[in-house]
């Protein structure tokens, strides 16, 4: 499959580009190791799970960041493991409406290389998914995630803890990932890019 690469957007010194790769793309491999890398040096963690879609934000020709994420529709999301009931019944109970599961992606696998490429990641994926027609965002976020989400003004659902119990022996995989102390969250895709787009 052919792999997409487009300009997102251009800071005041150097371009920042987006590239897409999904199984059987000339960059997965890339994609793949620059996660584990990232995760490896920062929770000496061994992630050998990653979402079927990836994307790179690269500067300079270097990768910076990088983000996975699978539809709800097509698979049982990987954070439905920490909760009790399937994601849509979840969030329907916490935003008071129906939310169906069509609607719903899960983004994971988000690394970065330096500081505010998650940004750059957050922003370039929910233009991405929006597009895809996704109304609904959800992730597994740390203590440090949520903090920076606040900053900016997201409003989001906390629907659980990320219990690493709820894994059974796959937790010893994630270092000290738990230490974070992440929790499940869920937010609209179109609110969070208005708010962003407000503050730009």
Same mark, same amino acid.
């Given at each position: =499959?052919?792999? %997409?690469? !487009?300009?997102?957007?251009?800071? #005041?010194? *150097?371009p920042i580009t987006a590239t897409?790769?999904?199984?059987? +793309?000339? *960059? ?8 584990? +890398?990232?995760?490896?040096? !920062?929770? @000496?963690? #061994?992630?050998?799970?990653? &979402?079927? @879609? ?7 020709? *270097?990768?910076?960041?990088?983000? $996975? /994420? *699978?539809?709800?529709s097509t698979d049982k999301l ?12 979840? =969030?329907?109970?916490?935003a008071g409406q129906n939310v169906?599961?069509? #609607?719903?992606?899960? %983004? ?7 500081? $505010?490429? +998650? ?7 929910? !233009? ?7 109304? /609904? %965002? ?17 409003? =989001?659902?906390?629907? &659980? ?13 994630? $270092? ?20 962003? +787009? !407000?503050?730009?």
């Amino acid at each position: =499959m052919q792999t %997409v690469r !487009r300009k997102v957007f251009e800071p #005041r010194s *150097r371009p920042i580009t987006a590239t897409h790769t999904v199984a059987g +793309s000339p *960059r997965r491999e890339e994609a793949e190791d620059f996660i584990r +890398s990232v995760f490896a040096r !920062r929770y @000496n963690a #061994r992630t050998a799970s990653l &979402a079927p @879609n990836l994307a790179l934000l690269e500067q300079d020709d *270097r990768i910076i960041a990088a983000a $996975g /994420w *699978r539809g709800a529709s097509t698979d049982k999301l990987f954070l439905e493991r920490y909760l009790d009931t399937p994601i849509e019944v979840a =969030m329907a109970q916490l935003a008071g409406q129906n939310v169906v599961r069509e #609607r719903i992606v899960e %983004v994971g696998n988000l690394a970065a290389d330096k500081p $505010g490429g +998650s940004i750059h990641v957050i922003l370039t994926l929910g !233009r991405h998914l929006h597009r895809l027609g996704f109304e /609904w %965002v959800v992730f597994t976020a740390t203590q440090e995630l949520i903090g920076i989400l606040t900053k900016l003004g997201l409003p =989001m659902l906390a629907l &659980a803890k990320a219990d690493p119990a709820r894994l059974g022996d796959d937790a010893a995989a994630w $270092g000290t990932y738990y230490d974070t102390q992440p929790i499940v969250v869920a937010g609209r895709i179109q609110l969070g890019l208005d708010r962003m +787009s !407000r503050q730009a």
